[in-house]
């Protein structure tokens, strides 16, 4: 069974930090591309930074100088580094991993900025 446990989400105030964390389980890790996602109340999911099984990463522009994506294959354990934090990154953060043609998801983990 695959299982994506994203943690780390929380209150923040604005100009903070926050690491999340998604623990995989069921898959070979190492294979898998994976992503951050996150979707704000009444939004559509937005894809926030990628990395792939050989640690090349892809960020979005409107976050790629605050978030840092990495991975730790030995832990089979994806980060999202958040820094600078504001109210607009308020949003439900999800993992995913993809490798074709299966795609999985975590539930979520909520992150609340207050200004």
């Known amino acids: 069974q695959v299982q994506l446990v994203e943690s780390g989400g929380g209150l923040v105030q604005a100009g903070g930090s926050l690491r999340l964390s998604c623990a995989a389980s069921g898959i070979i890790f190492s294979i898998y591309t994976m992503g951050w996602y996150r979707q704000a109340p009444g939004k559509q999911r937005e894809l926030l930074a990628a990395i792939t099984s050989n640690g090349v990463t892809k960020d979005i522009d409107s976050v790629k100088d605050r978030f840092t994506i990495s991975r730790d294959n030995a832990k089979n354990t994806l980060y999202l580094q958040m820094n600078s934090l504001k109210p607009e990154d308020t949003a439900v953060y999800y993992c995913?991993?993809?490798?074709?043609?299966?795609?999985?998801w975590g539930q979520g983990t909520q992150v609340t900025v207050s200004s």
């Open positions: 995913n991993a993809e490798k074709y043609p299966h795609n999985y």
